[in-house]
């Protein structure tokens, strides 16, 4: 039997393309517009279709085409649609400029007509002056003949395994004559941050992380959670694709240089607070993680947003050690860089989140996840060390179409930024 089919838009580096996997989807299609995510991706996923597009260009006949889906039932379309989430005076927000590409969303799901249909963002959209913006979204879907799941839900991943407080809106709708799902029950088990990174290695004791992100080590991993994302444990819940990947390979690690003084003040710093001056947390072991953060775009100068601080390291967390706080198992791998390595964590979905939400539709589906025996084979090719030019070039798309800063950008703003206090 052939597992359902679905389709990732606005598809960063793939969060929510693992959690649907994981609960027995294909994902046979992703979009995104950014070339260096479409390469991470597509290096994690080397059997879905990576789409280097922006959604507003794109019409549902054109996925169709490149995913080689002809005229298939398409089970569920999934995305968050970054959006501002506001109307002006007397004009419908979803005919806003700012808020087109949710427009498009919207759009493809009507071109495509999956059976279900998932809309992910930030759980602000339910608050104030956005709660209109959401409730003409809702409108929208249902004239395209789709039935909303209502009330809408703000989920915490922590309720779902993640060791993170992070709260995101979903928001769920199926095709007439489809049965409508329900959101996921919280569990009443949590995972702490000493069960996701208490057992990776210190960075800063490998001279080769200075240079690449990678390096061999082995080490001791105790913790069933962390087994199961260094594929040493099997996960009963995870019917995902297995990768090729060797255990005993330390990724996405590459080091963060501190001055002494810096050191200090974090190693001075309690558990669960913040450095005042730095204004990074400091990690609690046995708590969860403040939410991870994305930080700015090039467009906006490119500052990440504060990253915590190791809960006994007197250093902030390396990617990896974020990766495992969202979620991510160990075979899968970011960009080589810091900075994008950590955007690509911040932006996205954590994977048990996503499987959480995709397991319920694949109940109103009323199907059993099937576990494949296929191995995926990753060759990395490069991806993950393309600069936008390469990745452009990759992609044959123009090097300029993220765009970068073409502006200074004053002192007191760099800062704030710095600190993640605009723009998120």
Same mark, same amino acid.
């Given at each position: 039997m052939a597992r359902p089919i679905g389709i990732d838009l606005f598809a960063g580096a793939g969060g929510m393309s693992l959690g649907f996997e994981q609960a027995g989807f294909d994902i046979a299609a992703a979009v995104e517009i950014d070339p260096i995510h479409c390469a991470t991706h597509e290096r994690n996923f080397p059997n879905c279709k990576t789409i280097c597009a922006s959604v507003i260009g794109l019409t549902g006949d054109d996925v169709r085409v490149r995913a080689g889906l002809s005229k298939k039932d398409i089970d569920v379309v999934f995305g968050g649609a970054p959006c501002q989430g506001f109307s002006m005076i007397g004009k419908r927000a979803l005919d806003d400029q700012r808020n087109q590409l949710v427009f498009h969303y919207v759009r493809l799901? /009507?071109? !495509? #007509? $999956?059976?279900?249909?998932?809309?992910?963002?930030?759980? %602000?959209?339910? +608050?104030?002056?956005?709660?209109? =913006?959401?409730?003409?979204?809702?409108?929208?879907?249902?004239?395209?003949?789709? /039935?909303? !799941? #209502? $009330?809408?839900?703000?989920?915490?991943?922590?309720?779902? %395994?993640?060791? +993170?407080?992070?709260?995101?809106? =979903?928001?769920?709708?199926?095709?007439?004559?489809?049965?409508?799902?329900?959101?996921?029950?919280?569990?009443?088990?949590?995972?702490?941050?000493?069960?996701?990174? %208490?057992?990776?290695?210190?960075?800063?004791?490998?001279?080769?992380?200075?240079?690449?992100?990678?390096?061999?080590?082995?080490?001791?991993?105790?913790?069933?959670?962390?087994?199961?994302?260094?594929?040493?444990?099997?996960?009963?819940?995870?019917?995902?694709?297995?990768?090729?990947?060797?255990?005993?390979?330390?990724?996405?690690?590459?080091?963060?240089?501190?001055?002494?003084?810096?050191?200090?003040?974090?190693?001075?710093t309690e558990g669960g607070k913040t450095e005042p001056i730095s204004r990074f947390r400091k990690l609690a072991p046995n708590g969860l993680c403040n939410t991870l953060r994305a930080g700015t775009d090039s467009a906006r100068g490119a500052f990440t947003s504060p990253r915590p601080i190791h809960p006994f390291l007197p250093r902030v967390i390396t990617v990896r050690e974020a990766a495992r706080l969202h979620s991510y198992p160990d075979w899968f791998r970011f960009h080589s860089t810091k900075w994008h390595g950590f955007r690509q964590i911040g932006n996205s979905v954590?994977?048990?989140?996503?499987?959480?939400?995709?397991?319920?539709?694949?109940?109103?589906?009323?199907?059993?996840?099937?576990?494949?025996?296929?191995?995926?084979?990753?060759?990395?090719?490069?991806?993950?060390?393309?600069?936008?030019?390469?990745?452009?070039?990759?992609?044959?798309?123009?090097?300029?179409?993220?765009?970068?800063?073409?502006?200074?950008?004053?002192?007191?703003?760099?800062?704030?930024?710095?600190?993640?206090?605009?723009?998120?």
């Open positions: 799901v /009507r071109e !495509l #007509q $999956p059976k279900y249909c998932v809309f992910e963002n930030v759980k %602000g959209l339910t +608050q104030g002056k956005h709660i209109g =913006f959401l409730h003409e979204l809702i409108a929208s879907l249902e004239e395209c003949g789709y /039935r909303v !799941l #209502q $009330p809408y839900s703000v989920l915490n991943a922590a309720d779902y %395994g993640v060791p +993170q407080d992070r709260r995101r809106l =979903f928001l769920i709708a199926a095709r007439q004559g489809q049965a409508l799902p329900q959101y996921p029950k919280p569990s009443s088990k949590r995972t702490t941050v000493w069960d996701a990174i %208490g057992d990776l290695p210190d960075a800063d004791g490998f001279s080769e992380l200075r240079g690449v992100d990678f390096v061999r080590a082995q080490w001791k991993t105790w913790s069933g959670y962390a087994l199961q994302l260094r594929g040493l444990k099997k996960d009963p819940d995870n019917y995902g694709y297995a990768r090729s990947y060797d255990p005993d390979m330390l990724t996405s690690s590459l080091r963060t240089e501190h001055t002494n003084l810096s050191r200090q003040r974090f190693e001075a954590p994977p048990l989140l996503g499987r959480a939400v995709a397991g319920e539709i694949l109940k109103a589906l009323g199907l059993q996840p099937k576990r494949p025996q296929d191995v995926v084979q990753i060759e990395d090719g490069g991806f993950l060390t393309f600069d936008m030019g390469d990745a452009a070039r990759h992609y044959e798309v123009p090097h300029d179409t993220i765009a970068q800063r073409l502006r200074k950008i004053p002192v007191n703003a760099q800062y704030e930024l710095a600190q993640g206090r605009l723009c998120e």
